[in-house]
């Protein structure tokens, strides 16, 4: 605040000062609106144009001040002004990068997440399908390409696991095979049943040792396997992958190579088991808006490294895309079970709740009649079409009949007149063909109309489906959530109305999407695949779903799209108040600066003190509120009932688990994750039968009442600034000093840094409490492997 008071000094340098006033003066020219309100509505198609002039603006304030920074660089060392003005200004321009919007997409197997991602990016493909659908398909991560350079448009981070990392997977899998060869009958070839744990381990590791056989590896030690080959130049290490934009059949397969599980007959060693992500750069515009898609088919991977990295994104991801088969969702009940209770006690806990979106795949395979009889349609809304498909079908095969019969009355004239062709003969076989021509043309035009009819009730059909998914997939969505919460209240014992529902989506955001329509319109699919229901691409709701996930992305950044527009708006009078003399050089006695300044620091002192007992008032009440609520809700778990949650419930199932299952589970440290199974995770059952009593407490803490005390720390900041402001005006009054009046000035314009400041405080404080949630399952796996450990021995 003291910028302009001392903007009176003089340089050294007249022409350089010269130069830097004029360009100073040049944002004078500049609008002044510069700070919009914010948009009231949460409708992505009716914001963009807002949105869209928001960043426009955005962009030209960090334009003026990249032109304006080497002037003043070239000065600020010898005006103590002029560093502060840089400084100001560079931080600005920090401000240019774009947030990172993280946005996970998993999926049930066969519901074409690959073929979708693959489509959203705008490509027939980027990423390698066959080992997305592969169980051993590693982490793919998709973010948008910086480089300018034509050679690297396309390129690939291929990110191995480390030598830790690798050993203990190597234990894990030689184990399973020492335990099946130790069981296993006199005689008896282990591995045989690719089901076994053998033949699961055997697959992973023969990829990467090929000549090694699961009766050798039973015999050998972990530290001998490791000796094999030592893989020193792929473990710990990241290989990088470029290619020009031209080459993207070449690039795939170079990704392939890695990733691709399927050439099991391949003499070499492969790399597939050792990868643990794999990071795609691409030129795409829909991740030039900081979107990061994140493929986790590696959320039922039985690799504890790449299952770590997932958990790990699921965690820290922005938004949750979940793709299913429209087909089986509803039956499989795939909103509720999908999504298990301890996950949807993680999203509660982190506010996440809305954070989820459905995407129903597939709409394009579709069988009418099914969906008619099994909604109803028939005498419903197809009542009228499906009766104009019954006389369409009489009348073709009434024309049918006249064209059969005609074509054999032809067939007996043509015999009669084989001898003689008098020219009424002739006549009349003219009339003959004109007639079969007639019936023809009129059976053409009736299966025209029928094809027309039946694309009609294709698309009514398909419309109808998908409405009824998306309201049954919202209250399988809501149930869940109901369940948890009255699960929570029962575990509390008290009669606090339920708050985990309070704060679902009121629409739960659900696209029904056909990939295979939209390639095919754009020309990437062969020639003999036919979708006559999608006859645009807004018809398969892809376009709907790109301009969603743009909005996502958009969201996000637009908090740092106002930061910018609100410290243009701080700094600008700032430089301009120096660059115009007339503003400046207002005659003034020493006694009348003097006393401006000691009015300035007492109000600024006492600014300071109102802020810092606010603040404090704050962490006092957070503290509190902490304690009381979560502290409290923390109580001794009662041992027959943990018995009862744990050892006797669904989750372990240990009495009804096999040996075999059981021992792989103790030896995985308690998590046993196999393909086509639930997973067995007890470290994480454990963990939530300690959430489980402040789940609720925690909800309402974190995402209601610390926005509350945030939100009023913020009001009072405010408050505290505007009197500071009232006060400084009066010792104004008295003299028409211009910088005090634009010191002033520049006030309602950090009423909105503060609010972002405080908001940014607050995010920052559940981003901690998020990570204290999440320490709690590694803390109860590492108080469990010396049980585990023990529980081997028997």
């Known amino acids: 605040m003291d910028l302009a008071l001392g903007a009176g000094q003089q340089v050294p340098h007249a022409n350089i000062k010269e130069e830097a006033q004029a360009s100073i003066l040049g944002l004078k020219q500049e609008r002044n609106d510069l ?34 920074l080497p002037q003043i660089s070239n000065i600020s060392d010898d005006i103590p002004v002029f560093q502060q003005f840089q400084e100001e200004i560079e931080e600005i321009c920090n401000l240019e990068e774009i947030a990172r919007v993280s946005v996970g997409i998993f999926g049930t197997t066969g519901c074409g997440k690959s073929t979708l991602i693959n489509t959203l990016l705008g490509e027939k493909k980027y990423l390698p399908t066959s080992a997305m659908e592969a169980s051993t398909s590693v982490i793919i991560e998709v973010a948008y390409n910086k480089s300018d350079v034509p050679e690297q448009q396309l390129c690939a981070e291929i990110v191995f696991i480390d030598q830790n990392e690798w050993q203990d997977e190597i234990r894990h899998l030689h184990q399973d095979v020492v335990y099946e060869f130790k069981n296993s009958k006199e005689g008896e070839i282990i591995g045989t049943n690719p089901d076994s744990l053998t033949a699961q381990a055997m697959t992973k590791l023969a990829a990467v040792y090929p000549d090694l056989k699961a009766e050798k590896l039973a015999k050998m030690k972990v530290k001998d396997v490791l000796k094999i080959n030592p893989l020193s130049d792929v473990l710990g290490k990241i290989t990088t992958i470029h290619e020009p934009r031209s080459n993207i059949n070449k690039f795939h397969k170079r990704i392939k190579a890695y990733t691709d599980s399927g050439n099991s007959s391949c003499k070499a060693s492969a790399y597939w088991p050792l990868v643990k992500l794999v990071k795609l750069y691409l030129k795409c515009p829909l991740l030039a808006t900081g979107l990061v898609l994140v493929d986790l088919p590696g959320l039922g991977d039985s690799n504890s490294a790449r299952g770590n990295v997932a958990l790990n994104y699921m965690s820290s991801l922005d938004h949750i895309w979940i793709a299913a088969d429209i087909v089986r969702a509803v039956d499989e009940n795939i909103a509720k079970e999908l999504l298990g209770k301890s996950f949807k006690r993680q999203l509660a806990m982190d506010g996440k709740c809305s954070a989820i979106t459905f995407i129903m795949t597939k709409i394009d395979s579709v069988v009418p009649q099914e969906i008619i009889d099994s909604r109803g349609l028939s005498s419903t809304s197809l009542k009228s079409e499906l009766g104009q498909l019954r006389k369409l079908d009489k ?139 999608f006859n645009d691409l807004d018809s398969t709701n892809i376009p709907n779903l790109r301009d969603y996930a743009i909005g996502l992305a958009r969201g996000k950044n637009g908090r740092i799209v106002e930061n910018i527009i609100t410290r243009y708006n701080i700094l600008r009078p700032k430089l301009i108040a120096w660059a115009v003399k007339q503003d400046i050089d207002i005659p003034l006695s020493l006694n009348q600066i003097i006393d401006l300044r000691q009015a300035l620091n007492t109000g600024l002192g006492e600014f300071r003190k109102a802020c810092e007992k606010v603040i404090n008032k704050l962490i006092t009440n957070m503290r509190s509120t902490n304690t009381r609520k979560i502290g409290n809700g923390i109580v001794k778990i009662d041992l027959a009932k943990w018995i009862e949650d744990t050892i006797l419930s669904e989750e372990f199932s240990i009495i009804q688990m096999p040996v075999g299952t059981f021992k792989a589970t103790l030896r995985r440290d308690g998590v046993n994750i196999k393909k086509g199974r639930k997973t067995i995770n007890w470290n994480n059952a454990f963990a939530d039968l300690h959430l489980k009593p402040i789940t609720k407490p925690w909800k309402d803490i974190f995402q209601n009442k610390m926005v509350e005390l945030h939100d009023a720390c913020a009001q009072e900041l ?60 590694p803390m109860m796996k590492k108080m469990m492997l010396p049980i585990y450990k023990e529980c081997l021995q028997y």
Request: proline letters at 5%; a positive charge; aromatic letters at 6%.
């Open 395 to 533: 009348e073709r095969k009434r024309v049918n009949d006249q064209l059969q019969q005609e074509s054999k009355e032809s067939k007996s004239n043509k015999r009669k007149r084989s001898d003689s062709t008098s020219p009424c003969q002739q006549s009349q076989s003219d009339t003959e063909m004109t007639t079969s021509e007639r019936l023809k043309n009129t059976f053409k035009q009736l299966s025209q109309q029928r094809n027309d009819l039946n694309t009609l009730i294709t698309k009514k059909c398909i419309d109808e489906r998908n409405t009824y998914t998306q309201a049954r997939i919202s209250e399988q969505y809501e149930q869940g959530f109901i369940e948890l919460d009255e699960e929570c209240i029962r575990e509390e014992n008290d009669s606090l109305p339920p708050i985990l529902q309070d704060n679902l989506p009121k629409k739960l955001n659900i696209f029904c999407v056909s990939s295979r329509a939209y390639r095919k319109l754009k020309g990437w699919l062969p020639m003999n695949q036919e979708f006559p229901a």
């Open 35 to 68: 700070s919009l309100s914010k948009p009231a509505s949460n409708d992505f198609s009716k914001l963009k144009p807002k949105v869209i002039n928001k960043e426009r603006t955005a962009r030209c304030a960090l334009n003026s001040f990249k032109s304006l």
């Open 718 to 777: 405010k408050r505290h600034l505007h009197e500071f402001s009232v006060s400084y005006q009066k010792s104004l009054l008295e003299h028409d000093y211009m910088p005090g009046i634009k010191l002033i000035d520049e006030i309602p314009f950090l009423e909105p840094l503060i609010c972002e400041k405080v908001e940014r405080a607050r995010i920052v404080f559940n981003t901690h409490a998020r990570k204290t949630r999440q320490a709690v399952e």
